[in-house]
């Protein structure tokens, strides 16, 4: 037994809480989790995730004409409309990002790493995850977004609605919206022209506001343009890829550092957290009567909210708490989709042949790396000691900013040939592992908790984590080095 009364002393003893191998996580001193515990960030520093409320609102306000939503269904683009806001809980987005690695586009759980998956985009969210890359190389010389942004949409903007080159202020378009709307309204006898125009419109604020959104509290990105200039190719490109890069790229670099925007799909996590992690699994509030009998992605069943009367919520600290000591391998549901697979629409499955395929991400000039066979339990297979990752150390770190040169167009066209033969590119399911031979390997290379049980606020008010038992963790997980 510990006496809590040593935990006051414990700076004298310093705990090493992982990785005890750093050959992995090898960005381990600038990962978010070592702020924390050096106590460079505060333990209760939340990260600000991109809920915007005006976009749910003009959606709602404005919803398209059934002729412009036969665009905007194109490549499920629309169903994230159509399932409903989903309010984010800050606290627990922040408690998994403390948990991602870029080095291995993971969360690093007490059980074992897991990981938002080709099949959890689909299935989720039915997002087409088969299909061409989100990217167009671009031509030596570009027209300027403002001029695009008149061409496509009709919408003339101001000096004062352009931010940059490429970002406009989203009420602006709104304003326009609301404007040709009471004007001129679509109906059954409306140039497709205007109808086109108009689902462009939409198409912008779904993109920027919800899919994709940026650090900014008012501005959406115009590079979207040039991917719904030809609207009848907009059900041929994998958006829910490119909805993961752009997750996976927002995960990496608020992992790191102190960042504290997330630019990313959060309801996509956060339905993910829900579904898969015991310990933080609501009860949904009032699941929709149409719930698997109207053709909806599996998020439908949580578009009512969630009961808050048992759930911690908008808490970090127990969050944290919960994730550090959750060590039973039952607290994770590996295969939640197994029973309802069946009954959810052909769309939330039309891409299962590649949900296990090892490719490469892409969002315009955005590349992350799909890794399933880090998390083969999720696909219903024992998991083997993953291969070491192939990707760049800094590969986060750069964006469109950085410059386009020949080089890059190579690199380009080289992560687009891979995904063009993603289907030889599946994980291997090897023979199998003993899960204690897999454990014993994760628990020195990964980062066993978060939270430092020396760190507590001097009036010794607010939430206390079990130090105790922490204490007894490290320094019993240190005498297996």
């Keep these: 037994m510990i006496d809590l009364k040593c935990v006051k002393h414990m700076d004298h003893h310093p705990l090493d809480p992982g990785p005890f191998d750093p050959d992995l996580l090898y960005l381990q001193p600038e990962h978010r989790s070592q702020h924390i515990w050096t106590s460079d960030l505060q333990p209760e520093s939340q990260v600000r995730t991109r809920l915007r409320d005006s976009a749910w609102e003009i959606l709602a306000a404005r919803p398209p004409h059934p002729r412009v939503l036969d665009i905007l269904r194109r490549g499920g683009i629309y169903r994230c409309v159509e399932v409903g806001r ?80 490429s970002r406009v202020l989203l009420s602006a378009l709104y304003a326009y919206l609301r404007l040709t709307d009471t004007q001129h309204p679509i109906g059954e006898v409306t140039p497709q022209a205007d109808v086109d125009r108009c689902a462009r419109l939409y198409l912008l604020i779904i993109f920027g506001a919800i899919l994709f959104p940026n650090t900014s509290g008012s501005h959406l990105s115009l590079r979207y343009l040039r991917y719904i200039d030809d609207l009848a190719e907009i059900g041929c490109y994998s958006w829910g890829a490119a909805v993961l890069a752009y997750m996976y ?43 698997l009998t109207v053709p909806m992605p599996y998020a439908r069943r949580w578009s009512r909210g969630v009961r808050r009367r048992a759930e911690t919520h908008h808490s970090l600290l127990p969050f944290k708490d919960q994730l550090d000591r959750m060590t039973a391998q039952t607290a994770f549901i590996w295969t939640p989709y197994d029973h309802i697979l069946d009954e959810l629409p052909a769309f939330c499955r039309a891409g299962q042949h590649m949900w296990m395929s090892r490719c490469p991400l892409i969002h315009m000039d955005i590349v992350e790396y799909h890794a399933p066979d880090r998390v083969l339990r999720q696909f219903g297979y024992v998991q083997n000691i993953p291969a070491a990752t192939v990707w760049e150390h800094d590969h986060y770190a750069g964006d469109e900013r950085a410059g386009v040169d020949d080089a890059w167009r190579l690199y380009m066209q080289q992560q687009v040939q891979s995904w063009d033969v993603r289907m030889t590119s599946l994980a291997v399911v090897g023979h199998d592992t003993p899960i204690h031979v897999y454990m014993k390997w994760y628990m ?38």
Aim: charged fraction near 20%; charge should be positive; proline fraction near 8%.
């Design 86 to 165: 989903v309010q984010h809980d800050r606290s627990l987005v922040t408690a998994l990002i403390e948990r991602w690695r870029s080095e291995t586009h993971t969360f690093h759980l007490r059980t074992s790493e897991a990981t938002i998956t080709l099949q959890d985009v689909e299935v989720i969210y039915g997002l087409q995850v088969d299909g061409r890359p989100l990217y167009i190389e671009e031509p030596p010389v570009l027209p300027p977004y403002r001029d695009e942004l008149t061409r496509l949409t009709g919408f003339a903007a101001l000096d004062g609605h352009i931010s940059g080159q």
């Design 249 to 291: 790229r927002g995960l990496c670099r608020c992992s790191m550092g102190t960042r504290v925007e997330v630019p990313a799909f959060c309801s996509l996590l956060q339905i993910w957290v829900w579904t898969r992690l015991r310990p933080f699994q609501p009860i949904p509030a009032h699941p929709p009567a149409d719930y």
């Design 444 to 481: 020195r290379i990964t980062r066993i908790i978060i939270g430092n049980p020396s760190r507590r606020r001097p009036d010794g008010l607010g939430y206390v984590a079990l130090a105790r038992a922490y204490e007894a963790l490290v320094r019993t997980v240190q005498t297996m080095r």
